[in-house]
């Protein structure tokens, strides 16, 4: 379903310095625009933000930069982390084509990647967020040993991508192709996975470390 454009969701966003409207001139900067050294976790593609928010109360001494493309759905995203005082999230409106653009190298300690577009005809294949096309752009900005977090209720992207993460050096630490009966205590759970597990609809999970550059 197309979302209807709201005009005044850009405004409130800009009017918050949690949103970075202008992410490509911070590359490098991400520890003084949050003001300290801790970690930063980057989410690409945030939906409705109940992951992102979740993760930062849970925990406040870890950085979380959320991204998504749509100002209708980070506005909302916004409005939820206010209402909790999460100081620890930015949140930026961007195509996470251009990710390599906005962080430099070593800034990003973790990724995650929810429920993704599996673009299933095969000429789309390089636009999946798994695919190697992707995975060395993220190898410019994280640093060695850092996990991807991968979610998804597709089977055969999920089968691809165990592919992808090998062919391009991660190490497989941890696989599931059903995480709700997986005793794994750390998920949480996006609203999307609510709703199809809620449905008997099986999600398939894995972490994946970077061993870095021999």
């Known amino acids: 379903m197309r979302l209807r454009k709201k005009w005044w969701a850009r405004p409130e966003m800009a009017a918050d310095d949690k949103a970075i409207i202008e992410p490509f001139d911070k590359k490098g900067t991400w520890h003084e ?3 300290n050294d801790h970690p930063i976790h980057l989410e690409l593609g945030c939906g409705k933000g109940q992951f992102i928010a979740t993760l930062a109360k849970k925990n406040p001494h870890i950085n979380y930069i959320a991204i998504d493309l749509k ?6 995203v916004l409005r939820k982390i206010n209402e909790l005082g999460l100081t620890n999230v930015r949140l930026i409106p961007m195509f996470i084509e251009r990710v390599d653009e906005v962080f430099a190298e070593g800034e990003i300690e973790k990724i995650y990647i929810n429920f993704c577009n599996p673009w299933p005809k095969a000429s789309h294949n390089k636009r999946r967020l798994t695919h190697p096309r992707f995975l060395t752009k993220y190898k410019g900005f994280i640093k060695p040993h850092t996990e991807v977090w991968f979610k998804t209720d597709d089977d055969e992207l999920f089968e691809a991508s165990l592919s992808y993460f090998e062919e391009e050096g991660f190490q497989e630490t941890y696989r599931t192709f059903d995480l709700g009966a997986s005793g794994f205590t750390e998920n949480i759970q996006t609203e999307y996975e609510e709703k199809f597990s809620s ?3 099986k999600i398939k999970f894995g972490i994946f470390s970077w061993k870095g550059d021999a």
């Not at 100002?71 to 909302?76: H, I, K, N, S, Y």
């Open 33 to 35: 625009i949050f003001g």
């Open 71 to 76: 100002d209708e759905v980070l506005v909302f």
């Open 199 to 201: 449905f008997g609809v």
